[in-house]
C-alpha cells in the first residue's frame, strides 16, 4: 500500500484521484438534497455514472437544484476523465519506453541471463524459442546497444556493458542460467579476459547459478575454470572438430547440426533417471529407453562431479542422480 501511494503521488495521480472523489462525494450530497427521494448511497451511484458519462437513466434529477448539479459533473467528468486517462497512457507509454532502452530493473525469477548481443545470441534466442521447454521462459539481455534489439515479449533489456551493476539489474541472484557471449568488438585475448573477468563477477555475487561461457582459444580454458565457470565452449574448436570430422565422414555436419538444433528433427536433451531404471545396467536402460521412448542414450553424466560417460560399457551400473544424455524428437517429462 505505502508503494501503491508513492507511485500514485510520483505520478501526480494523488491529487487528480482526490479531486475526483471529492466532486462525487459533493455531488453526491447535493443531489440527495435537491432530490430527497434519492438517499446518498444512490446519489453516490448516480454521481459516479454521470461522471463517466455513462448515463443509465436509471436515476435523473428532477428539480432545477439537481439538473445543475447534474451539468456541473458533465463538464467536469469529461475535463477530469480525459486528464486520467492521459496519465495513465503516459505511465504506460512511458514505461514501456523505458523498458525497450533497458533503463528498468528486472524482477523475475529462475529466468536466463545473456551477456552480450550479436549474431550469436541472435541464433541463441531463436533456439530457445523454439525449444518448447524455453519457448516462453523470461531471459535478460544485458548489451550495450541503443534499445531492445528484438520484439520479444519474454526478453527483457538491460542497457550497459557486463558488470556488477548490469549483473545485479538483472536480477542474477534469482537467475538460473547465465550465458556469458565474446565481445566481438575485441580482439581475441581481450575479449576471452573479458568473459573470464565477467564469469568471476557472476561466482562473487551467485555461486549457485550455472555459468555457460564462451571463449575464442583453447589456452584461456584453465582460466575460466578457475573462475568456476560450470560449462565452457570454445567455438573455433568446436568448429574445428566438425569441419574435419565432415571432410572425413561426409554428411557428419548435417547431423550434428539437427541434434543440436531444436528448429527441426531430433534434439539432444539431458533427461533424470527416471525411479525405475536407478541401479539397472546401462544396457537395459538403453533397450527400454529406445522401446518405450523411442529415445536413444548417449551417454550418462555422474552425480557428483559431472563427469560425462559417453557410450559407457553395457554392464555400467546407473545411480539416483544421474543424468541420462538422449537423443530425443522431444523433451522428456
Not at 532502452?101 to 530457445?128: Q, T, V, Y
Not at 567455438?235 to 570430422?245: C, T, V
Not at 528433427?265 to 522401446?291: C, W, Y
Not at 523411442?294 to 555422474?302: I, N, R, W, Y
Amino acid at each position: 500500500m505505502k508503494r501503491f501511494l508513492q507511485f500514485l503521488h510520483r505520478e501526480n495521480l494523488l491529487q487528480l484521484l482526490g479531486v475526483i472523489l471529492v466532486i462525487v462525494l459533493t455531488s453526491a450530497t447535493a443531489i440527495s438534497w435537491f432530490e430527497p427521494e434519492i438517499t446518498f448511497v444512490n446519489g453516490l451511484w448516480w454521481s459516479i455514472v454521470t461522471l463517466t458519462t455513462v448515463g443509465y437513466g436509471d436515476i435523473s434529477p428532477n428539480s432545477a437544484g439537481g439538473r445543475v448539479v447534474a451539468i456541473v459533473i458533465m463538464f467536469f467528468g469529461i475535463g477530469l476523465l480525459g486528464m486520467l486517462s492521459a496519465s495513465l497512457a503516459a505511465i504506460i507509454i512511458s514505461k514501456k519506453m523505458r523498458e525497450n532502452k533497458g533503463m528498468c530493473n528486472a524482477s523475475m525469477n529462475d529466468h536466463i541471463i545473456l551477456c552480450e548481443w550479436n549474431h550469436r545470441a541472435r541464433a541463441i534466442l531463436a533456439e530457445l524459442r523454439a525449444d518448447p521447454h524455453t519457448a516462453e521462459a523470461a531471459i535478460v539481455l544485458i548489451a550495450d546497444v541503443e534499445e531492445k534489439p528484438l520484439d520479444d515479449p519474454h526478453l527483457f533489456f538491460v542497457k550497459g556493458v557486463v558488470n556488477e551493476e548490469s549483473l545485479e539489474r538483472a536480477n542474477l541472484n534469482q537467475a538460473k542460467t547465465v550465458v556469458v557471449l565474446g565481445d566481438d568488438q575485441l580482439e581475441a585475448t581481450s575479449r576471452d579476459a573479458k568473459v573470464v573477468l565477467t564469469t568471476l563477477a557472476i561466482e562473487s555475487l551467485n555461486n549457485n547459478t550455472y555459468t555457460v561461457v564462451e571463449l575464442v582459444d583453447q589456452k584461456n580454458v584453465q582460466h575460466c575454470k578457475r573462475a568456476h565457470a560450470d560449462e565452457i565452449i570454445v567455438g573455433s574448436e568446436l568448429s574445428s572438430h566438425l569441419i574435419a570430422s565432415a571432410a572425413v565422414d561426409h554428411g557428419i555436419s548435417q547431423i550434428v547440426s539437427e541434434l543440436l538444433s531444436a528448429q527441426y528433427g531430433n534434439e539432444l536433451f539431458s533427461t533424470a533417471v527416471p525411479p525405475d531404471m536407478v541401479d539397472h545396467p546401462f544396457i537395459d536402460i538403453f533397450v527400454k529407453m529406445k522401446k518405450e521412448q523411442q529415445s536413444t542414450v548417449l551417454g550418462v553424466k555422474k552425480r557428483g562431479n559431472g563427469e560425462l560417460l559417453s557410450n559407457p560399457p553395457a554392464e555400467y551400473v546407473v545411480q539416483a542422480g544421474d543424468t541420462l544424455v538422449v537423443v530425443s524428437c522431444e523433451r522428456m517429462k
